[in-house]
């Protein structure tokens, strides 16, 4: 009954934070957002939002004047990313940047290799993510409910690997990234139409500060 109580208040306490401060930028978010941060308190604001990359963005924060910093940074990387990378949706939360690729912009339908087209989107995005070096990146892979749990599950593992390796070999450094697949567990979509379905086959990028970064921005208000 504890857990339960302490997750309802977290969960309250996000939701004030991204619906009633909803006229303050994000930057502002970010430097608030620190003050319930933390990974078990990102976990389970993702899995009680349905959003696994607001959840993981969350569970890196460092708040107050430090994440202002840190929120900064990101806004530049994420204007960057928006003039740079073609057919990407890229979205400022909190300290963080959540990059959305379509799968239909990397993979063929069904499929788990990346297409000359989706190694060139992803020649530019390297690009920027070598410019900001001071950030992790968790690559996040999705897919719609067709097939069985168990395909989805494993087709969105291989997906995330295979932009991971790609990246690695164009340069990024591998301790950087993570990857993560939730197959069909996790849709933003209404899964019972095509449009819905297409949209839930998705692979994120989920950039936040690394330790170097957050160190740098702690020195920066001493």
């Not at 950030?135 to 291989?158: F, P, R």
Request: aromatic share 6%; with cysteine.
């Amino acid at each position: 009954m504890k857990n339960l109580r302490m997750s309802l208040l977290i969960v309250l306490s996000a939701a004030f934070i991204f619906g009633g401060c909803a006229s303050w930028n994000k930057t502002q978010k970010g430097a608030v957002i620190g003050t319930a941060a933390g990974g078990a308190t990102g976990a389970v604001i993702g899995r009680a939002s349905g959003n696994t990359a607001l959840g993981a963005i969350i569970g890196a924060a460092v708040g107050g004047a430090s994440g202002a910093i840190i929120g900064r940074q990101m806004d530049k990387q994420a204007e960057e990313i928006k003039n740079t990378v073609p057919g990407v949706k890229v979205e400022r939360v909190g300290e963080g940047i959540v990059v959305e690729f379509s799968s239909s912009i990397l993979f063929g339908f069904d499929k788990s290799n990346l297409s000359d087209a989706a190694k060139a989107n992803l020649d530019k995005l390297v690009v920027v993510l070598n410019s900001y070096a001071d950030t992790d990146i968790e690559i996040q892979g999705h897919t719609d409910s067709k097939g069985s749990e168990a395909y989805n599950q494993d087709l969105s593992v291989q997906r995330t690997r295979k932009v991971s390796y790609y990246l690695s070999e164009k340069g990024i450094n591998s301790n950087r990234l993570t990857v993560k697949g939730f197959g069909e567990t996790m849709p933003k979509y209404e899964n019972d139409t095509e449009n819905g379905r297409a949209q839930n086959r998705r692979v994120e990028f989920l950039i936040t500060a690394n330790e170097k970064m957050k160190a740098a921005a702690q020195n920066a208000n001493n």
